[in-house]
């Protein structure tokens, strides 16, 4: 199974379609799957379901989660702050970034040295997913 890419899964839902998925390895444990929930929620996508993707002679098996776009109000307007921060200067940022490249993801058609910050909210966020993933997809080796 090929892993679908954080940029690649954010210009998906660039395009406003009514559904995206994103492929995850079964051996990036429960974090990946955390991030992937955490990015669609800014572009306006609400997790769905996941469905087991199975393993080949040579490839391990892994998870395509599907979210569905939210078109609430509220996250429609996070998603077109996601999309072109300065449309809506009206509007508070709904994550922290910075601009020194390094390690982190970078939102597609911004400047490349952004990086969004996990911040004590944020990890609070990707820690309560990560235990969801753990229960909902039978992960308990991880917590050995």
Known sequence: MQETPLPVFARKMLSLAPSANCSVSSSAGPRS???????????GYTYWRTD????GRYEMPGHDL????????????????MRNPASDPTYPPPVAWHLNSG?????PGWHPAVRLIVTP?????????????????HLSWLNR
């Open 33 to 43: 799957l955390a991030f992937a929930t955490w990015i669609a929620s800014l572009y």
């Open 52 to 55: 087991e993707i199975p393993g």
């Open 66 to 81: 599907i979210f569905v776009r939210n078109d609430d109000p509220g996250a429609r307007r996070c998603a077109e702050w």
């Open 103 to 107: 390690i982190g993801f970078c939102p």
């Open 121 to 137: 909210e944020v990890e609070r966020f990707l820690h309560g997913e990560d235990a969801e993933f753990v229960q909902r997809l």
